[in-house]
């Protein structure tokens, strides 16, 4: 089945401690992106792909990053992980950018600070 | 500022009996809106949606109203299953041309045998 895989699908990393999230896709879609989810809040675009087109969100912190190398992957760096960067983090994807094209999301993967 | 509300936290129903679940939203440029499910320990799953230029989306027990004057939509799960239980995320997608989802903070529904 065709799908989007976000690995790992938990992470625990230290304070300050540079951490990579990847996401991958068997979707052949145009678009990437990624969702922040805190506990009880509604998901929030942090950026996203179009092709190899990077578009971030005004808000998003400097303190992340991602990179597209291809079609099928995209990753999510955070530079210097705060504990107010424990959340869920989702990857989705969509055929192209149109309003009514369904975004398709990965199970997620849950970032913990220590 | 949340510009998609679903005031709801939760909802619990009866196998068999209706269930609605309720969103608001305040920009008028939402053009479409798109209902997802999520299961604990999954992501969201696409469910069903409507354009703005329609009142009503109906696929097998899911239908979706859409009340544009009152920036208000619901879906109508009818009749309720227990494999229904799940969190309900309303979203909005502007009319940019671009798909930027916005989404509320969702209701959790309990089905009961």
């Known amino acids: 089945d065709a799908m989007v895989i976000q690995n790992p699908r938990y992470q625990v990393t230290q304070f300050g401690k540079p951490v990579t999230l990847s996401c991958s896709q068997t979707l052949n879609h145009n678009v990437m992106y990624w969702y922040q989810q805190k506990s009880s809040q509604a998901p929030k675009l942090l950026f996203h792909?179009?092709?190899?087109?990077?578009?971030n969100e005004a808000d998003t912190p400097d303190n992340f990053q991602s990179r597209r190398p291809n079609t099928s992957f995209c990753f999510l760096d955070i530079r210097s992980p705060g504990l107010g960067d424990a959340a869920m983090y989702l990857c989705a994807t969509s055929p192209g950018q149109g309003g009514s094209q369904p975004q398709h999301f990965g199970d997620g993967t849950r970032l913990s600070i220590l | 500022d949340q510009q998609v509300k679903q005031n709801s936290p939760s909802l619990s129903v009866q196998e068999g009996r209706i269930s609605i679940l309720n969103c608001d939203y305040t920009n008028s440029m939402f053009d479409y809106f798109l209902w997802y499910k999520k299961y604990p320990a999954e992501g969201p799953t696409f469910l069903i949606s409507?354009?703005?230029?329609?009142d009503k989306n109906e696929d097998g027990r899911f239908t979706v109203f859409l009340n544009k004057s009152a920036k208000h939509l619901s879906l109508h799960i009818v009749p309720s299953q227990p494999g229904d239980s799940a969190v309900y995320f309303c979203a909005a997608n502007p009319n940019t041309g671009f798909q930027k989802l916005v989404f509320g903070t969702g209701t959790r529904l309990l089905v009961s045998p």
């Open positions: 792909y179009y092709d190899k087109d990077f578009n």
């Open positions: 409507i354009s703005s230029i329609k």
